[in-house]
């Protein structure tokens, strides 16, 4: 008698979206499979806002805005050329609106960022490779992709409230990138460069890479996708070194 046949078991369909987040990190490949049959993708950028804000928050609390926008022109020498009551002027003029635009872009900031990641790689990989999968799909995977940015995040929180808050640097907040080694007097083009060589966003790109391959594995691998958006990285490296070397 013939044995029956044994099917092998399908990538879990990740019931809810929580569950997806946890199966990112634990689980990429079978996520990844379930996110491509099924693609949503509010929840993690929902989140990511949420602890974006609650860092903006702390950091309001535990630091506050003078310390920050004091270090940035602490190497200006525009602003150094000035009188000091000029300078008290430009600080507080600075500081009525340095809030207000924090906490507008930890809102608006993740969906624009998704939105617009997604819609690249969307044409890329539909017209370079020739995949045919939606747009839906594609900011399925980059929201994913983004978890841990959620983590980097968590992190941060709890440096806040660990660190003396005269030692903190809000652009590093995270030592997970080789420019918050840097000295403060370092030039702004090599901060940009090194800046950009992070821990947390080359563990995104690994979990793109995987994400775009489980959306289209006949036209996309993994190694194939990740070069596409390793190449996408350069560019914006290279865009946001030359910005910070013409205006330092």
């Known amino acids: 008698m013939a044995s029956p046949a044994v099917q092998n078991p399908e990538a879990p369909e990740g019931a809810n979206s929580i569950g997806r987040i946890f199966g990112v990190l634990f689980s990429p490949k079978a996520t990844f499979a379930s996110i491509a ?3 949503t993708w509010i929840l993690p950028i929902v989140i990511l806002c949420i602890v974006e804000l609650g860092i903006v928050g702390v950091f309001s609390r535990r630091v506050g805005w003078r310390d ?46 998704a939105l617009a990641f997604a819609g690249i790689l969307w044409v890329i990989f539909n017209m370079a490779v020739g995949a045919k999968f939606g747009f839906r799909e594609s900011l399925a995977v980059v929201s994913y992709g983004q978890v841990p ?30 420019g918050a080694f840097l000295s403060g007097d ?11 060589v992070d821990l947390f966003l080359f563990w995104e790109m690994i ?19 990740f070069a596409w958006i390793l190449g996408l990285w350069v560019l914006g490296v290279m865009i946001r070194v030359g910005i910070a070397a013409a205006f330092s």
């Open 207 to 225: 979990l793109l890479a995987m994400g775009f391959n489980a959306v289209a594995p006949k036209k996309i691998s993994v190694g194939g996708a």
């Open 68 to 113: 920050l926008i004091e270090k940035q022109v602490a190497n200006n020498s525009q602003f150094q050329q000035l009188t000091p009551a000029q300078q008290e002027t430009r600080i507080e003029a600075a500081l009525k609106f340095a809030p207000i635009v924090a906490y507008a872009q930890t809102v608006v900031g993740p969906f624009l960022i």
């Open 186 to 196: 370092s030039p702004k083009w090599l901060s940009a460069l090194l800046g950009s």
């Open 149 to 178: 940015s959620i983590l980097g995040g968590l992190v941060g929180i709890l440096v806040l409230f660990l660190k003396d808050p005269s030692t903190v640097d809000l652009q590093h907040l995270v030592a997970s990138n080789v």
């Open 37 to 39: 049959r099924r693609p």
